[in-house]
């Protein structure tokens, strides 16, 4: 198992169906609460290691999954109120290397991942077929993105960091 990808990378080729969209937003929805299983009883030490090896501190994978989801929510909005909007990029490495990544008790992420996801889903279960086409572009990746297909991508997102601290714990026993 390659440790950067626990889960393996987010692959979907071809329609996306109703169907996979409502297990992606089950996904997204089950989020805060599996992140929140996956530190449970681990100590300040603990929550400092790497998941790997020039990996990230496991609180910073906590502190970057409320980053990165406030990101993509927003980016959401900005295609459903926008045509084709051009979205922000940031630089996710340097946002987990700033002091409240590295040293901010992580329920304050955990917080705002309950919270957050749970205004993200509703609004995910209220858009319709041609909501989900809409799009936005990254100017970093130079790519425009379908409002279903990014959905599936932080379903994946999610779950694949979740995975980073629970293949570290299993592996270290803890």
Do not use: C
């Amino acid at each position: 198992m390659d440790s950067r990808y626990p889960i393996g990378t987010f692959e979907h080729t071809g329609e996306i169906t109703a169907a996979q969209r409502e297990q992606w937003i089950q996904d997204i929805a089950e989020l805060p609460e599996r992140a929140r299983e996956a530190v449970k009883g681990l100590s300040e030490e603990q929550l400092s290691l790497p998941y790997r090896e020039g990996g990230w501190m496991l609180k910073q994978v906590i502190h970057h999954l409320a980053d990165s989801h406030m990101n993509s929510m927003i980016r959401f909005k900005l295609a459903l109120t926008e045509d084709t909007p051009t979205i922000r990029p940031y630089d996710e490495e340097r946002w987990a290397e700033l002091n409240d990544s590295r040293d901010l008790d992580i329920e304050f992420s955990l917080q705002i991942l309950d919270a957050l996801h749970r205004r993200w889903v509703a609004l995910l279960q209220t858009l319709s077929d041609e909501d989900y086409a809409k799009q936005f572009y990254h100017p970093g990746s130079q790519e425009t993105t379908r409002l279903d297909y990014n959905l599936g991508v932080y379903s994946w997102h999610g779950r694949h960091h979740v995975a980073h601290i629970t293949s570290l714990r299993k592996r270290l026993g803890i």
